[in-house]
């Protein structure tokens, strides 16, 4: 590829991964509070279709993002109480979230789309609000400005939420206290942390951001308009990216990065791969990911892996 297309495929792979990197930090937050929610999918579906009934009804960007968000936010809802309240079972809830999420955002999209309409979208002034934003002066450095302050504010909440995220885990007090819940709640607790507070308040915060995922993919990937089964895996590589970034959010910058690249390689394909089918691109992300999934398992060092109370429910009673 030539210098400019090299350029452009960077500029098309950084927002091609948000909904990744979003996906990614939720997931983040909520194994860092010792629960493992493999409903990423189900979040974000949820996130895409409640985001589209906002901004649809409203014709607000804010409106949009809010419910977005909030849409993400249920679905850890309902994780959180089956799970920490009840004590459900981790990994037999979260897939349950995924295929609720999933068929819920089916539904109400069917019923969206009963009306006779081949279609349903945002106005085209709603459609500009989540275009490119540009930032004076600063979009005008050569290659800096174009891949960092000229774009849509989905990727300025990515990179900000991820920074914040690092931050907030390891130069916080609170972040070293959720840290202690998710390796050992029990000596988290003995030590005057709320346990069950701080898994509640950062598994509905990490749903939030699941569903900021799910609406990126509504409100820029499909253009403002409502398109079934949109989401498509994503919130499933976003599971892998979990471990490919070793429960950093700043690693998951890079991850998403690379995945997004995957996503949009066959638009910016090399001469030697234009005899590849389309099919085949469209495979390499889920592809990679298995194969990233297994590299990552076998190279897992001791200081990087999993938080040790994912996957178990923790009862002050049984201390």
Not at 46 to 68: C, D, E, H, R
Not at 162 to 188: C, D, I, K, W
Request: aromatic share 10%; glycine share 14%; hydrophobic share 50%.
């Amino acid at each position: 590829m030539a210098d400019g297309v090299w350029f452009n495929f960077i500029l098309a792979a950084i927002p091609a991964g948000m909904p990744l990197l979003l996906g990614t930090l939720g997931e983040i937050l909520t194994e860092k509070a010792g629960n493992l929610n493999l409903g990423v999918e189900g979040m974000m579906y949820m996130g895409a279709i409640f985001g589209f009934l906002g901004g649809f009804y409203t014709n607000s960007a804010v409106v949009a993002l809010l419910a977005a968000f909030g849409g993400g936010l249920l679905g850890a809802l309902i994780y959180a109480f089956l799970t920490v309240t009840l004590k459900a079972n981790q990994n037999v809830t979260g897939l349950t979230l995924t295929i609720f999420g999933t068929g819920l955002a089916a539904l109400i999209g069917e019923n969206l789309l009963a009306g006779g309409s081949v279609s349903v979208a945002f106005s085209e002034e709603l459609k500009a609000a989540f275009g490119s934003i540009r930032i004076p002066v600063l979009a005008d450095i050569p290659y800096v400005g174009p891949l960092l302050f000229s774009n849509n504010i989905f990727v300025i909440i990515g990179v900000v939420c991820a920074v914040a995220m690092g931050l907030y885990l390891n130069h916080t007090r609170r972040g070293l206290n959720l840290r202690a819940v998710g390796e050992n709640p029990g000596a988290a607790d003995a030590a005057g942390v709320n346990v069950a507070l701080y898994k509640y308040v950062h598994i509905l915060l990490g749903g939030g951001i699941c569903g900021l995922g799910g609406g990126y993919v509504c409100f820029v990937t499909c253009n403002g308009a409502w398109v079934q089964n949109c989401v498509n895996g994503l919130g499933w590589i976003a599971v892998a990216l979990v471990i490919f970034a070793c429960w950093s959010p700043y690693r998951a910058i890079v991850g998403s990065l690379i995945f997004g690249a995957l996503s949009v390689l066959q638009f910016y394909k090399p001469a030697f791969l234009r005899d590849v089918s389309a099919p085949i691109f469209s495979m390499l992300p889920f592809l990679v990911t298995a194969i990233v999934l297994v590299i990552t398992s076998v190279r897992m060092s001791r200081e990087k892996v999993q938080p040790k109370g994912c996957g178990v429910n923790y009862d002050r009673e049984e201390r």
